[in-house]
C-alpha cells in the first residue's frame, strides 16, 4: 500500500464490525435511508458519490464475506443478497458500485496467507476494491489484451479497460491480465498506484452513479504477492463463488423491481393506476424468493464444492434468479411509466428507476440466461463456456 493510501485509511472513521446477519440487514436498511436522501441528486447532478461510498465503507458492509479466520463474519450468500436487495429498492446505480467487490473478496481465497491476512485487514477497515476487468471489442471474459510480464520481483501491467464499475472511487483496483502462459492474473493495485488512470467518463442515460469509466494502466509495477492466479483454484468452488457473484446482479434488479411496487402503492393510495397492483406485487416477491432461494442453493455448494449436483444446481438457480429479475424490473418501471402521470411527485423517481433498470439489465440479455435454462433442463446442458471454464463437460456436465 502506498503512502498516500495509508494516510487516507488512518484519516478515516474506523468501520463497523457486523456478526450476525440481524446486525448486517440493520446496517443495509440504515446506508439505504440515507442514500435515499441524495439518491436523486446524484443522478441529476452526475456529481461522484464520495460521501455516500465512504458511508458504506464505515457501515461494515464490505467486509460481511470475509472469513472468520481473518476476523470477519463470513456471513454467507443469503445474507448478502438480503443487503442488495435492500440497497437496491433505494437506488439500483448506488447498489451496483459494490457488486464486483465482493468477487474479488472470493478471489483472495487463492492469495498467498500473508497477502490475504493484509487484504483482509484492509476490508475490516473499510476499504472497497473496484474492478478493471472488461475491454472494448473482446469476444469473451478471457479474451484479453491487458498484459502481465515479469519484471524482477514484480510484475509490470499494461492495457485499457473499460465499464470500470466503482474503480474511480475505490480504495483498490484490481485488474485482469493476461500472462504469457496464457492464464489469467488477477492483480491488486491500490487506486493511487503510478500509471493507473481511473477517468470519469462515463456518459450514459442509467446508472450514472456507478461512474463506470474507463481505466489506463501504464507501466504500472505491482509486487508479485499482490498478483492472484484464481484460475488454478477449485472447480467447483470457483463456480460456486461465480454464480454467487453474478446472483447480486439478480438481486438488484429484483430490489428494483420492488421499489416499482412501492412506488406504485404510494400513487395507488391517491389515485387509479389502471394496472393490477396485485400482479405487480407478486411478480416482484416472486423475483425477491427465487434470488433468496438460489443464495441458499450456493452456500450449498460453497460448503461442499466436490458435490457436482450442488453446483450446477447453484449455477442454474442463478440464471433462473437471473431470467425473472431481468425481464421484470424493466417491465415494470415501464408499464408504470405509462400509468403514472409525470406531474405525480413520485414520476421523477420512477424516470430514475426506468432508466437505471434498463441500464442495467444491458450488460447481461435476459435471452441468453433463459436459454442457458432451457437448454440445461431439456438437453442436460450448461453452457459450454461456462462448463468449459469449470472443469464440467458440456455435453453431459459430468
Sequence with gaps: MSAQTAQRRQSEPAAALLSSPDEAIDAAQRLAASWNRTAADIDTTRRIPVAELAELGRSGLLAISVPKSHGGPDLGVETLMRVFLI??????????????????????????????????????????????????GRKSRADLATTIVEDGDDYLINGKKFFCTGALTADWVPVHAKHA?????????????????????WDAFGQRATFSGTTIIDNVRVPRPFVIDRTLGH???????????????AAIEAGSALSAVRIAGEVAARTSLGISLTELTVRAEAARALVLRSARKIDAALADPDDRVAVI??????????????????????????????????????????????THTLH??????????????LNNRLAADVATRFGFNPANNS
Design 313 to 358: 444446481t447453484a449455477m442454474i438457480g442463478t440464471d433462473q434468479a437471473k431470467s425473472l429479475a431481468y425481464e421484470l424490473a424493466p417491465a415494470a418501471a415501464n408499464e408504470l411509466s405509462y400509468a403514472i402521470p409525470a406531474d405525480e411527485p413520485e414520476a421523477a423517481e420512477l424516470e430514475r428507476l426506468w432508466r437505471n433498470v434498463r
Design 87 to 136: 440497497l437496491a429498492q433505494t437506488d439500483t446505480a448506488l447498489a451496483q458500485i459494490p457488486q464486483n467487490h465482493f468477487d474479488f473478496v472470493d478471489t483472495l481465497n487463492y492469495a498467498e496467507p500473508e497477502t490475504a491476512a493484509y487484504l483482509y485487514g484492509e476490508l475490516m477497515a473499510g476499504a472497497r476494491f473496484g474492478n478493471a476487468i472488461a475491454e472494448p
Design 181 to 201: 502462459d496464457g492464464r489469467i492474473r488477477t492483480a491488486y493495485l491500490p487506486r493511487d498506484a503510478n500509471g493507473l488512470d481511473m477517468q470519469a467518463d
Design 364 to 377: 447481461d440479455p435476459v435471452r441468453w440466461r433463459q436459454h442457458f435454462v432451457g437448454d440445461f433442463h
Design 235 to 249: 472447480p467447483g468452488l470457483l463456480a460456486a463463488q461465480f454464480a454467487g457473484n453474478q446472483l447480486i446482479h
